[in-house]
């Protein structure tokens, strides 16, 4: 778990996948950036590898993740993602485990010491519950947890999901932030999903396939806080 | 075959793999540029990721190309390295399936399909002679043919394994420009190579783990180029 | 190309998948060797690996396949499947590169010479007549070109599809057997493919999950054979 | 955890990788049924795939398990190695995540549950501690952690490394029997680790490589149950 970076809940996730890059991913950081400010809200953003250093430079408030990381050292490894070039290239931070990039067990717990190392944090995807117990033995800094059947479906994740999710992490290592997703496609199911417990949550398709991407990036945002102050008024 | 690019041998390959990333990468990069233009050489320089876009943006000579990239669409795909990403940054071309990252013919076939799409040049690497003439069987710019258990080491590649590869690789399609590879460690080494009848070469342990890498990188063109015009003098 | 087992088209092959197994999968082993005798036709038999010792000696005209194989040479490799292991245990042939397990370029190219080795016959699959030309540089027995999007599906593949195979694979190598697959549902899916030009098919779902499968198999060989000597008379 | 199979420390694990197969493989396995039978310690056998059958067949005291399974229900996944079929065959369990077989933590997760369902006992290799704890997580119900560096190096795995596994996994499951393994060359490694604290251990190169590997697999089940008693005497 790198301590550097200051992240605390309710946290919000905007992974760009492949939906859009260059420009128009800058745009969206920016906006992305505002809103961030505006609510006092933290927003990791992950775009595409070549996008992270403009990004970077560009926003200050959003973190700013990498999509994905290899547990490589300087030196061999074509083709891999090096932790060392992407700390220098401004991010703050790495997904890792994503459905759509799974990797070995042994692995997320090579990359999770990489990523402590050359200081960036670390958000490890799960399947289920028990995946998410499994991962919190490795001490990332946040441990995202999705039903995959429902991720990129208007389905969101359920109760009981959530709630066994937050029990067993939390009793392993209460510091580990967990984010639930799968399945956010509007403000409304942002708040339902921490009125249920999460700490943090997150979407892709519900905000990069909207008519407007912008306001419904905003209303997200807007319902996390207002959902969290909700349930944990000050 | 992407044809939007003006690729001629001889050629010279640069990897970086993870050795150097940055500034030291962009230092390197501009040298490379300097030499490319100082000995008409087309050199492919090949950094990590999000070094792509200030490499490309500070140099005019030498080709800027992935080290790996995805055959994924636009849409989902998240840790893909997505080909209008890359394009979109400043690369001209993309490595494919290198020792240190293998891919699935399929992927091959469909990256090279993409690339071709997308305007994007393709170095796909093969282990043998018989897996460079697999390959040419899919259109791509150039195949890099080297021994993987040469690669890094200290002995170059041989005679007989450089004339099958241009012999099965020009028969399937002469536009085809063939690179060898492994080993290569010093001048003398490209000399060689470039006698031995490969149309291209390529060194990164030879030239990032040397005391002055600079001078390497020049020798081992310069010697590129004399050994080329002394076998197909003009 | 292991040339120790006569493989004369037109074949037929049936791929168990993980459909059946055990005493389901011997007896429709045991039926589809009386089918190959009376019909004189060489049916592929692929079971799941521990079903191949009962089914090789139980057999006598059917070639039993392995579903897959590694290249591995005999020492490490724990959970691979051993070349030498399989011929012991009566297999004559494996399959590889399948769409449900891919490999690597590189490991198609050792995989078909650890075959030659050993004394096993290799079918090797590809998804479009592209990746068949490239695998046809590789020398295996047979090839499988099948569209992967209509693998269990009841679209059977198409004329231009199987000629553009044929075409490509025969100017390589002309002794090696191409197969068309996917889709194959019916008898008359059959007779379409050779009629269209394949010397060889096969079916799973459109057996397995047939409700009578021993007479779909019976049919679709039969329906093979008559549709092979209409175009090929004697 | 499945509990239909007795498995009760100390144990012993024979992992045949690819070093042997066939009548090598099936007269090994008798001489370990006897050893097995003659010291009442429980040894864990895994042979390749196709010799499953009939060592199953063949013994009556040692565990027949296998190298690896897939996670595939009944159906589709062609070079899978399916759950039910290794039943049937006669395997009582399965090897999952070996250093040599890495799978995603997502798979390791799916297939212990397939594993339940079917009624398989599953033994899960760890590379550290952490790792074994996260496995554990997952409820196997054994693990093997050994640090990768060390398999098949006659140097064996240490006092910390066996404490820090045994009491993380212990403290999260105390059912979960502990295995540690890796550069177990001769009786005296064997003694050495269970005095160390180690539940279970295992060996393949010492075994498989010695001269006389009759006398040595005995040597090591005769140290390690003395070791045992040594420490926990009845």
Chains 1, 2, 3, 4 share one sequence.
């Not at 919000?12 to 128009?24: A, P, R, T």
């Not at 996008?51 to 050292?73: C, G, K, W, Y």
């Not at 300087?74 to 083709?79: A, C, D, S, T």
């Not at 010491?113 to 033995?137: I, M, N, Y």
């Amino acid at each position: 778990m790198y301590r550097g970076l200051k992240l605390k809940p309710p946290l919000f996730e905007i992974g760009l996948k492949g939906y859009i890059y260059g420009n128009q991913a800058l745009e969206l950081a920016k906006e992305a950036d505002r809103i961030s400010e505006k609510y006092d809200i933290g927003i990791i953003f992950d775009p595409q590898y070549v996008d992270i250093p403009l990004i970077a430079r560009e926003t200050r408030n959003i973190f700013v993740f990498s999509q994905h990381m290899d547990s490589v050292e300087v030196g061999r490894g074509l083709g891999s993602v090096l932790p060392e070039a992407l700390k220098n290239a401004g991010a703050v931070g790495t997904l890792l485990n994503h459905a759509e990039r799974r990797i070995t067990l042994t692995e997320i717990s090579k990359a999770i010491k990489r990523a402590d190392e050359v200081g960036l944090a670390t958000l490890v995807c799960a399947d289920s519950p028990e995946e998410a117990a499994a991962v919190a033995q490795l001490k990332p800094n946040m441990i995202l947890a999705e039903p995959p059947d429902l991720i990129g479906s208007s389905s969101a994740v359920g109760k009981e999901f959530i709630e066994k999710t937050m029990a067993l992490v939390k009793s392993i290592d209460p510091e580990i932030i967990v984010f639930n997703s799968a399945g956010i496609k509007t403000a409304e199911d942002v708040r339902n999903v921490i009125m249920l417990g999460a700490e943090a949550t997150g979407s892709t398709s519900g905000i990069l396939k909207a008519k407007d991407p912008y306001s419904v990036m905003e209303e997200m945002v807007k319902a996390l806080k207002e959902g969290w102050l909700e349930i944990h008024p000050e």
